[in-house]
């Protein structure tokens, strides 16, 4: 089946740095592609999406581009905020009907 | 109006006693999802219902039996609760191809 790596955590970074969280991932077909956050104490919240190569999804200063020749889905923030303190979940889609996650990366922000 | 509601959001019981949680999505998708993440924040795939009928179950215990009454609620009973099912239930619901919309989650503790 499909499947998710994205890099461990935890990442600590420092306001203002430059944020890349790595995702690579194993499929059969065009899966989608989408990246998740999930703030302390809620639920996972659609950060952004691709659905096919090439394609970049983009939301509150994050971006990630779906390449297909590389199998990857790195996320990137040219400049992160306290605020951006939260566990990111890389998934993507396997056949019709399920969305398989990775293990989640978790990011700390210091002031 | 919350997209996906579940209840309750904390629920705490002994060992040996049988509980539910309650989901509902009012946004009218025909795909609804349970996953389990345990404390590492892994999101693990339970079940799944198209328009009230299972198409995923993976490897979860019989003493879970989910339940649609109709296509916009997905309850998830828990037979005879053990220490290990301990974790933070989330529901979820899509429509085919397109993301998933989580609700808050419902944190498990069994003492």
């Known amino acids: 089946g499909n499947s998710v790596t994205q890099m461990e955590g935890p990442v600590t970074l420092s306001e203002e740095a430059f944020l890349t969280i790595n995702c690579t991932y194993t499929?059969?077909?065009?899966?989608?592609l989408f990246w998740y956050v999930q703030y302390p104490g809620e639920g996972l919240q659609l950060l952004l999406k691709?659905?096919?190569?090439?394609d970049k999804g983009s939301n509150k200063g994050f971006e990630a581009t779906y390449r297909k020749e590389t199998t990857s889905f790195h996320l990137e923030k040219g400049s992160v905020q306290v605020s951006d303190s939260a566990v990111y979940f890389c998934?993507?889609?396997?056949?019709?009907?399920?969305?398989?996650f990775g293990k989640g990366t978790r990011l700390h922000i210091l002031p | 109006d919350t997209a996906v509601s579940q209840t309750p959001k904390y629920l705490v019981t002994q060992m040996g006693n049988d509980k539910s949680i309650k989901c509902e999505q009012n946004l009218g998708h025909d795909t609804m999802y349970w996953y389990k993440q345990d404390s590492k924040k892994f999101l693990k795939i339970m079940f799944s219902y198209n328009n009230k009928e299972l198409i995923i179950n993976e490897t979860v215990p019989n003493r879970f039996s989910p339940k649609s009454p109709d296509k916009a609620h997905l309850n998830l009973h828990i037979n005879s609760l053990e220490l290990g099912d301990s974790a933070v239930y989330f529901c979820?619901?899509?429509?085919?191809?397109?993301?998933?919309?989580f609700g808050q989650g419902t944190r498990l503790t069994v003492v």
């Open positions: 979820a619901s899509r429509r085919q191809g397109a993301e998933a919309f």
């Open positions: 691709a659905t096919k190569a090439d």
């Open positions: 998934a993507l889609t396997e056949g019709r009907d399920k969305i398989i």
């Open positions: 499929a059969t077909g065009y899966p989608s």
